[in-house]
């Protein structure tokens, strides 16, 4: 299942390339995967 979550989180960080909010950035990514 480690697989997986990895390949969602790159798939996630490639929809956000360019990203400059890193924090509101961290804060989605915990909402949708914790």
């Known amino acids: 299942?480690?697989?997986s979550?990895?390949?969602k989180?790159?798939?996630f960080?490639?929809?956000f390339?360019?990203?400059k909010?890193?924090?509101f950035f961290l804060y989605?990514?915990?909402t949708i995967f914790a």
Do not use: D, M
Request: charged content about 30%; proline content about 0%; aromatic content about 4%.
């Open 21 to 23: 909010n890193v924090e």
């Open 5 to 7: 979550f990895n390949a």
């Open 9 to 11: 989180i790159k798939a």
């Open 1 to 3: 299942s480690a697989e």
């Open 13 to 15: 960080r490639a929809q």
């Open 28 to 30: 989605r990514l915990t």
């Open 17 to 19: 390339r360019g990203v």
